[in-house]
Structures are given as structure tokens and as C-alpha cells.
């Protein structure tokens, strides 16, 4: 089971204005400032570090880090 921290952790090495403390679980990740061009290499980061792939449909559906971490723990 994968932990929110570390998608957080994820989120803030992609945009490094963005502390992993800052962020909301269910907040929409555009709005927390995640970039349409960051997107495609944050979700690389998901699929490297927790072994699952999100296709280009599911990348629209998760749009929270909870949605995220609950996706990862579904599919792992």
C-alpha cells in the first residue's frame, strides 16, 4: 500500500515551487499547480515507482492525489 506522502513527494520533484506538504489529498492537481506538460512526466514517475501503467484515459480520471494513491493501491 503506497502512502500519500510519497505521491506528494512525486508531485513536488516535478514542480519544485510545490512543497509536498502544501498539497491537498483532493484537491484537482492542475489547481495545486501541476502544469498540462508536467502531467504526462508525473504520471512516468507513478508508473516507475509503484510498477503500474495509467493509460492516456485514466491520466483525465486522476486528478487528485487521492484518486492517485487509490488507483496505485488497486492496481499493485
Same mark, same amino acid.
Given at each position: 500500500m503506497?502512502? +500519500? /506522502?510519497?505521491?506528494? $513527494?512525486?508531485?513536488?520533484?516535478?514542480?519544485?515551487?510545490?512543497?509536498?506538504? =502544501?498539497?491537498d489529498?483532493? *484537491?484537482?492537481? +492542475? /489547481?495545486?499547480?501541476? $502544469?498540462?506538460?508536467?502531467?504526462?512526466?508525473?504520471?512516468?514517475?507513478i508508473? =516507475?515507482?509503484?510498477?503500474? *501503467?495509467?493509460?492516456? /484515459?485514466?491520466?483525465?480520471?486522476?486528478?487528485?492525489?487521492?484518486?492517485?494513491?487509490?488507483?496505485?493501491?488497486?492496481?499493485?
Amino acid at each position: 500500500m503506497i502512502t +500519500t /506522502d510519497k505521491v506528494k $513527494e512525486i508531485f513536488a520533484s516535478i514542480n519544485d515551487q510545490i512543497e509536498a506538504a =502544501d498539497l491537498d489529498d483532493n *484537491k484537482n492537481l +492542475t /489547481d495545486q499547480g501541476l $502544469e498540462s506538460l508536467d502531467t504526462f512526466d508525473f504520471f512516468l514517475q507513478i508508473e =516507475d515507482d509503484f510498477g503500474v *501503467k495509467v493509460s492516456d /484515459d485514466q491520466m483525465d480520471k486522476l486528478n487528485t492525489i487521492q484518486k492517485i494513491v487509490d488507483y496505485v493501491n488497486e492496481n499493485i
